[in-house]
């Protein structure tokens, strides 16, 4: 079946949202729906099939992004569920790296969330075609139209609603299809019968006529700008059948020109099996995409591999993942060609053989073995010791490279120490593991100290991972404060010296460089530009001048944190015919940097958090008089009498213990989401207190 499952009926997908908009409810609702699961679980209970490892069950929120496959109506659905909350975003950025198509999950009432502008910036940057799924109508305060025009105005984005929802609220009843004008009715209020047989369509309620109208216009309109014969056919006043307008709205979506809008209430079931029969009929197939571009190693220039099973392979490693009973699994997005079990590959990023063991289709924690995949599938293998997420997997020595993932830099760090010597063993062990599946988790050591430091996205990151090594490795080990991760950068660009002399008995050690140091705009990192004429250096050694440069700049002149965005230009310098070596002009880089760098007026850089706090409106003055405590930077306040938003620029290091905080103020009704958004200048009387520190 592998083999010969025809490509136009793949569809890969993810379901991305803001936390708590019901993501894992919905794809739970699908997967039971489609038959893959016999009975849908819920979050509140522990007991979704999505969520299995036991962080996610008690505190009801996804951590990993799970990935199964299921099939509707001939069509194969590859799902990726991936987390809300902003911690596990590396989860999001790798699961779109690899689908065609995307789900965003609103919540009716809330509208568009921070979480849910990340998400979508996220699927912009790797143009995936995505649809709404407008959830929870029926919670008091759900609107349908508020909602889709919190997408326009806050996502920028072009929905299309192809549906009108029967009620909401308490009398949410179903939804009418704005191309075929038939309606799907459920039973009023909170209800869920079970059952996994779809509803009957029934004629459109009378009282609904003239509503319908105006918004199946609205839908014709909006489709007919993206198709010219369309348009013609519009404006001249002719009949558009149901087939033309699903074909073009089609087309519009896979070009991300619009993107089509659908409501429903997962908890209960309602509107699923519409929302699975949109991502057939909208969503894209691997061979409605682009051809993947990849680069060949050799000669540098761009290569395309097309969804043939018959085209060379091109295999994205896009997640890692420690199984317990199967150890090492290798998630793989297979572009081109067709991979067997057994077979000897090359990871081409790396430039290495490695032996593809076993293939698995993967449902969340459960197994499923292949012999065989084709181009468009997803799955994991096991075999692939070297390969890591962001690796291109090929058969042939002529492969290419794909594009990996961007993932961001980690800005909260705590120091972990075992308990004992036996716990320093395993302690190293499961930080290499866990390192190895997550990309924004980091493991540095101290050298002054010799303290192990580890890195991640936030409190709630770092604490799932400490939680980890203690379940799955047995390691207990003692944790220290959270403490941000700054950065130093300089603002005066000067020309600065490194000189390393050293006399022995034998052969003496000698370099010196003159370089040149540029502060940059924030953001840019470094760069490291080689100026040297006429062979004042010779070329053996500009490696190891620029190895000593960022060597050195790892430890900033003002508290010893990572100087950024910074350009080191080499301009001068000058060797020994007999003394002179790759150590000793390694020496002077770093020489150069640290007694320089203090002259080039350092600052010191804090992250800066973009926070968004929902609040009962009785709370706002409470909760913003705090926010002013913790040097915040209000930027809107915007909602109802009944709940408000504010949006605000907030230091990270402000934000530690901010929960405990807010549900004192609000009696625990507030809540809030933030992310990284950018580094700028520590104020002066801040700088004392963490240089002294």
Not at 266 to 281: C, W
Not at 422 to 446: G, H, I, S, Y
Request: net charge negative.
């Amino acid at each position: 079946m592998e083999a010969t499952f025809p490509i136009e009926k793949i569809r890969n997908i993810g379901f991305i949202a803001h936390i708590d908009a019901g993501k894992t409810t919905v794809t739970e609702q699908v997967l039971f729906a489609t038959g893959r699961i016999h009975r849908a679980g819920g979050v509140d209970d522990g007991n979704t099939a999505m969520d299995w490892m036991p962080q996610e069950k008690e505190r009801g929120i996804t951590i990993t992004a799970a990935a199964t496959t299921t099939y509707w109506n001939d069509f194969r659905i590859n799902v990726i569920d991936t987390p809300g909350h902003v911690d596990f975003t590396a989860e999001v950025e790798r699961s779109l790296r690899v689908l065609d198509g995307g789900i965003v999950v609103l919540d009716a009432v809330a509208g568009v969330q921070s979480q849910s502008e990340t998400v979508w910036r996220q699927a912009d940057t790797y143009r995936v075609p995505r649809i709404c799924f407008v959830n929870k109508m029926d919670r008091v305060g759900a609107s349908f139209e508020r909602t889709i025009e919190s997408i326009r105005r806050r996502l920028n984005g072009n929905p299309v609603a192809i549906q009108l929802p029967i009620g909401a609220e308490d009398q949410f009843a179903g939804m009418i299809d704005l191309i075929t004008g038939m309606a799907t009715v459920y039973p009023v209020g909170r209800v869920n019968e079970g059952n996994v047989d779809r509803p009957d369509e029934i004629e459109m309620p009378s009282e609904y006529q003239s509503k319908f109208d105006r918004y199946r216009q609205e839908m014709i309109e909006k489709i007919a700008e993206t198709d010219d014969a369309l348009l013609i056919k519009y404006l001249e006043g002719e009949e558009i059948a149901p087939e033309e307008l699903k074909a073009a709205l089609r087309q519009a979506t896979v070009d991300q020109k619009v993107v089509p809008v659908v409501c429903g209430s997962a908890m209960f079931a309602k509107g699923v099996h519409n929302l699975l029969d949109s991502i057939m009929d909208y969503l894209p197939s691997p061979a409605d995409v682009p051809a993947v571009e990849g680069v060949n190693p050799r000669n540098d220039e761009i290569e395309i591999r097309n969804p043939n099973a018959n085209e060379p392979l091109a295999a994205l490693a896009f997640k890692v993942a420690t199984d317990p009973y199967v150890g090492r699994l290798v998630f793989l997005r297979v572009y081109s060609g067709t991979v067997k079990a057994g077979a000897t590959v090359i990871n081409t990023t790396k430039s290495g053989r490695e032996r593809m063991g076993r293939l698995l289709r993967m449902h969340a924690n459960s197994r499923e073995e292949l012999e065989e995949v084709t181009a468009g599938n997803i799955c994991a293998a096991i075999g692939l010791k070297n390969t890591f997420t962001g690796d291109t997997i090929c058969l042939q020595d002529d492969g290419v490279i794909l594009e990996p993932p961007k993932f961001p830099k980690p800005v909260v760090s705590v120091a972990v120490e075992p308990n004992t010597k036996v716990d320093q063993d395993r302690l190293t062990e499961a930080l290499r593991k866990l390192a190895d599946e997550d990309p924004t988790f980091l493991v540095a050591v101290n050298d002054e100290t010799g303290q192990t430091i580890i890195s991640g996205m936030g409190e709630l990151h770092l604490e799932v991972l400490v939680d980890r090594m203690r379940r799955e490795f047995n390691v207990v080990a003692q944790v220290g404060m959270p403490r941000v991760s700054y950065r130093e950068t300089l603002t005066l660009a000067k020309e600065v010296e490194g000189r390393f002399v050293r006399q022995t008995g034998g052969h003496g050690q000698f370099g010196h460089v003159v370089l040149e140091l540029e502060p940059l705009d924030r953001g840019e990192g470094i760069i490291f530009e080689n100026k040297i004429t006429r062979g004042a250096i010779p070329r053996e050694f500009i490696p190891a001048v620029e190895k000593g440069v960022r060597d050195a700049l790892d430890n900033g002149p003002l508290a010893g944190y990572p100087l950024v965005d910074l350009k080191v230009s080499l301009v001068d310098g000058s060797f020994h015919q007999v003394d002179s070596s790759e150590l000793a002009f390694r020496s002077a880089g770093m020489l150069a940097i640290r007694e320089g760098a203090s002259k080039c007026a350092p600052v010191l850089l804090e992250p800066i958090a973009d926070l968004e706090v929902v609040t009962p409106g009785e709370y706002l003055g409470d909760v913003i008089g705090d926010l002013g405590t913790r040097r915040a930077q209000i930027q809107s306040i915007e909602g109802e009498e009944t709940l408000q938003s504010v949006r605000a620029l907030l230091p990270l290091g402000e934000t530690f213990s901010y929960t405990t905080a807010l549900r004192s103020l609000s009696q625990g009704r507030a809540s809030y989401s933030m992310e990284f958004k950018y580094y700028e200048p520590v104020p002066d009387h801040i700088v004392k207190t963490l240089v002294t520190a």
